[in-house]
């Protein structure tokens, strides 16, 4: 092995090295001239635009009114959509739908069908009905349902979600028009992620309303709006086809870390590479096209790690957006000769990701007085700040009580790598509010105001200077899982390779819950205040209370913390076994079903299906592991020590000193070592396939078989370093971090 291009891992650091940036041409119009991104935004949905010109005016009427509404399209209205919806798709060179829909995979599915239909005498024809549009029927026996089916029980239906935009998939030469779906069994149970983002829309929309009329303002519906960043990894796609481990498990298994990895903080918001800069351009115009509301885009902490970031939407479709975002960033980053890894830790050492999900809630429908209005937003008038303080302690409330639901409803194998480390919130639920509206809550708490007609008390407090100051005294508290920035909260936690469907939907359940419990209170309150606003300042000075043990303004990578969190009684859930057991816990199932939002069996699904989930996948990595290490790292380290040995025997045969003895001393040891942690990964591996239940399974992996491949890995890095470099198999960290 040499540096002269004979070894593979040379070989790709010459390919790319050798890379130049493609050259993507933006969309022109008829006359060549470069369009403007308002020209082409949403070209590739059949959106409401689109539906007004092709539609007579009753039947699009008749489509917002039932939408906007909740119930069924009659046969005549999907029908009429139907026809327009493949009139449209055929004159963009469209030749297949499919009823694009979330299994509780945590990505996709889709089956595609042609328009195609014969007539009675044998001609072909396009045709697409109102019920081929509403509902198709995929086979669902394949599709993880966690106990709620058994395998012969193969009927499941997607069914259209027209609150979402329908919209073309144009991959290579193939275009597919895509129906945004739900996914139910035969008996209605929720198959999927989806269905329970719009259920719990509703909880949350119907408890908001329930609060506001108490208040004196009328709405008709609220909703959850999302913003959610997504951060990611590009590698070069050479030194991804050398790594088995990124292939197989999206995480690198063993890797020594570089002398210079984000240390000196040079990659955050530095000039983007120009490779990376064409391939964000052109992922941006097809997201564009897709209506997709991309905003924002640099690079983030870690070397060769980026992020992208949309204008906030209404939470179903932003979700639906952010699975687009991720499908469409994986395609067009191979195009580029990338591998863009959503894992939440790829590589040990340097910054996991994420995908921060900024979440409030949004007036809908309702008085001119309130439609439009963020209900997380400080107003001008003390009305405005008084409703912003109720829904903002009924957010409190809400995650205080269910803090562990929603610690389980971001656990998963690859979180647990990046919770509690390198920038990334900790396990431990708790709330940021940064100083000045901390200091505000504690103001209130001590009735400082008591003297103060409620106006004045408002003013006094600074309320009312929250909108145009909340910026700079909302400090982004990075070990936050749960941060106020202003006129919204980010759940940092969130890990990058997510669906944001079911944090989401926990997060307006408990959030609904928090709600419904104020509301209450402010309906007693009432009975017996001189004013609401007097009621309104009781129930506020209530909630303060009892959610202070949730509010932490300091640094949640502290041991401090952690012993502090204890005391306060909040969870601690280091694991995603821990934190599963969470939503089968007695307090979240009378939540849920409450809610009307998810049944007993649907809970226990997704407890299972997850648990599944993470056994499957780590497994997958210690299997993957075992094999480079029997297979690539212990053959290249006895390669090497047989040639430091052969160097050994050679001067002491000679009758001289022999330096290197003391190297293979170490190398010996070393490798002793590997092989030991080696048939205890084994060993392990073994056992674990042997137990009968996956409670079992996860339990031994999390307790076991993760601390085993740790100190496996321990021994690995230390022989890369210890290794020749033209002997590694494997390209290193500061290759696939720092040449891409």
Known sequence: MNHSGSHPRYQ?????????????????????NQMKISDYFGSATFNLKEMKQKLPNDIYKRFILATHSGKKLDLEVANALAHAMKEWALENGVTHYCHWFQPQTGTTAEKHDTFLTLDSTGSALERFSGAQLIQSEPDASSFPSGGMRTTFEARGYAAWDPTSPIFIAEIGSSRTLCIPSVFISYHGDALDEKTGVLRSNEALSESACKLLRLIGDEARS?????????????IDRAFYTLRPDLIMSGRTLVGAHPPKGQQLEDHYFGSIPPRVLAFMGEAETELFKLGVPTKTRHNEVAPMQFETAPIFEE???AIDHNHLTMEVLKRIARKHDFELLLHEKPFKGVNGSGKHNNWSMSVTSGSAEVEGINLLDPGKTPHQNLRFLLFLMATLKGVHKHA???????????????LGA??????????????????????IEKDTHKDLNYAEAVIRLGVSRLPTVM????????????????????????????????PVTLLNCAVSDGIDAIAEDLAQKLKTAKSTEEAIFAVVKDAIRETKAVRFEGNGYSEEWVREAAKRGLPHLKTTPEALHQIVSAESVKLLTGLKVFSEDEIRSRFHVRIEIYNKKVLIEGETMQTMVETQILPAAFQYSTIIAEGVAAAKSAGLQAPHAEVLTRLYQTLGSAQGELKRLERLISQIHALGSEEEKAAKIAAELKPAMESLRTHCDQLETMVADDHWPLPKYREMLFLS
């Not at 998963?412 to 790598?417: A, K, P, Q, Y």
Request: net charge neutral.
């Open 315 to 317: 939470a179903n479709v």
């Open 12 to 32: 790709a650091m010459q390919t790319v090295s050798a890379r130049k940036p493609l050259r993507v041409d933006p969309p022109r119009d008829e006359n060549g």
């Open 422 to 443: 390198n920038e990334a919130p900790p396990a431990i639920i708790s709330v940021f509010l940064g100083n000045m509206l901390d200091n505000m809550l504690n103001e």
């Open 471 to 502: 910026k700079d005294n909302t400090d982004r508290n990075r070990t936050s899982p749960f941060a106020f920035t202003g006129n919204k909260f980010e759940f940092r936690a969130v890990g990058a390779s997510a669906s944001c469907s079911l």
């Open 404 to 418: 562990g639901l929603l610690r389980a409803s971001i656990a998963s194998s690859g979180n647990d790598h990046r």
């Open 222 to 234: 609220v909703t959850a709006t999302l913003g959610p960043e997504q951060e990611y990894f590009l």
